[in-house]
C-alpha cells in the first residue's frame, strides 16, 4: 500500500499521463481516461490534472479543471452513455 509521511493513505493519484489518456489509481485499482472518452483533460496542464481529490469515497474532483467524476462512471462507462464535447 502507498502512504504518505504521518502514516495518511493515497485514495487517489495520477499514474501516468500518455499522449492517449491518463492513468488514475483509485482505492487500490487502476483506471485509463482516454482522451477520446474523457475529452476535458486532453492539452490541459500536467500540474492541473495532478491535483485531484477523492470526495466521500467515491467523488473525484479537479478544482482547477472543473471536472467532477464518480467512480462508477470508471468502472461502468455502459451507464454514462453521453460525452463531453470539450
Not at 21 to 47: A, H, M, N, T
Request: net charge neutral; proline share 6%.
Amino acid at each position: 500500500m502507498r502512504s504518505l509521511k504521518n502514516g495518511k493513505t493515497i485514495s487517489v493519484s495520477v499514474e501516468n499521463i500518455t499522449p492517449f489518456g491518463i492513468w488514475l489509481y483509485v482505492k487500490q485499482r487502476e483506471y485509463f481516461l482516454s482522451y477520446e472518452d474523457y475529452p476535458y483533460f486532453r492539452e490541459k496542464p500536467i500540474s492541473a490534472i495532478q491535483k485531484v481529490k477523492l470526495l466521500h469515497g467515491f467523488h473525484l474532483h479537479w478544482k482547477d479543471l472543473d471536472v467532477d467524476l464518480e467512480i462508477d462512471n470508471l468502472e461502468n462507462p455502459e451507464k454514462y452513455p453521453l460525452k463531453s464535447k470539450d
